[in-house]
């Protein structure tokens, strides 16, 4: 048996009158000498049907952590671990004796926004199958889990080809994420999860930032999902592709409405910032107002990865897009104003009343 998992530092240990996290999580583990005391991925393995487990592989990267592997037999002995990361892309590695030693951990061209996928060999195919969420991290739509589809690989995860869209559902702190397949016979069965954020960010003083999306926990429309795919005609499937911009899924307005804000909020004052003078900061409100929206799209497109709803061509044929960015541009040019001179200006020096000249 074999079992991916990973290893961090738990917080358990970190709070006063717990007992060690370690030595009750490892109790029927007979062998983690081989692990590191930090961040590390790996497997588990059992000879003995899981009376007990050895540890086995060490990976790590100093780009990322490795986290919630999933893992499918290719030919032999030979398995593959695909990870997620936090870079925006899929880690894979592979071992060639049954999951005794792993290989390098390495990027592979599957999206991957910080979220859990899985992994299944179909058979008699030999076939690899994958649902994950097919997108990148993006402030466009922050806490967003998007995108969840279905592809396969049959040349043992070279390329990929798609099988199925079963959501692409985009407004803030919703999430359609966490899938698990399973195969019986030639059905593909799905499950996944639907919800909504529970929490929201409290707006710091004198921030520009508003919570505009709070649903909590009381929709409706959120739960445990099932969807069947009839695996009968995999062969004739085309390529994976971006679909053509009348079929990409469009972001909920107020995902677009936070994309803008969070720019003209963040963005706009780190510019203003980095300017050499004053008369040069508030040129770049200056110059943002007479943009024409083409070229403000483009700004755009470029800070917040939009190549996966169309890039800087879906906003500038967006219809009231532009209209918008004005609206917020022009809501919030003076607070940003008055914050740059309250941080700029020094301060002016104040007579106690009644004090004469000099005193």
């Known amino acids: 048996w074999v079992l991916p998992y990973w290893r961090e530092q738990p917080r358990f240990e970190r709070i006063a009158g717990f007992p060690s996290f370690q030595s009750r999580c490892h109790a029927n583990v007979s062998d983690v000498s081989n692990v590191t005391k930090g961040t590390a991925a790996g497997v588990l393995l059992s000879t003995n049907k899981g009376a007990t487990w050895a540890a086995h592989g060490n990976l790590t990267d100093p780009r990322t952590d490795l986290i919630e592997g999933t893992i499918a037999p290719l030919k032999d002995d030979t398995l593959l671990q695909l990870f997620r990361t936090n870079t925006g892309c899929t880690f894979q590695s592979v071992s060639q004796d049954s999951g005794r030693t792993w290989g390098p951990a390495e990027p592979v061209a599957l999206p991957n926004p910080n979220s859990k996928m899985h992994m299944v060999r179909l058979e008699p195919s030999g076939y690899l199958a994958v649902a994950f969420n097919n997108h990148h991290r993006s402030s466009a739509c922050r806490n967003c889990r998007t995108h969840l589809h279905v592809v396969i690989s049959r040349d043992n995860g070279a390329s990929w080809r798609n099988v199925a869209t079963l959501e692409d559902t985009m407004e803030p702190n919703v999430r359609v994420h966490y899938p698990t397949l399973m195969q019986v016979g030639n059905m593909l069965y799905i499950a996944y999860s639907r919800f909504y954020l529970g929490r929201c960010k409290t707006p710091k003083p004198g921030s520009l930032e508003k919570v505009e999306f709070c649903p909590g926990m009381s929709s409706a429309d959120q739960g445990i999902k099932l969807v069947e795919v009839d695996l009968a005609h995999l062969d004739t499937l085309p390529q994976m592709r971006l679909p053509p911009d009348s079929a990409r899924p469009v972001p909920a307005r107020k995902a677009l409405y936070g994309m803008l804000h969070h720019f003209v909020a963040t963005e706009v004052p780190r510019n203003m910032e980095a300017m050499g003078s004053k008369e040069a ?53 003076p607070a940003l104003r008055e914050r740059y001179n309250a941080k700029h200006n020094p301060l002016k020096s104040v007579r106690p009343s009644g004090a004469a000249p000099g005193e």
């Open 281 to 333: 900061a508030m040129g770049i409100l200056t110059k943002l107002k007479q943009m024409k929206w083409k070229d403000v799209a483009s700004i755009l497109a470029l800070i917040y990865d939009l190549d996966f709803i169309g890039g800087a061509r879906f906003l500038r044929n967006k219809k009231g897009m532009g209209e918008m960015f004005k609206t917020v541009l022009t809501t919030h040019a």
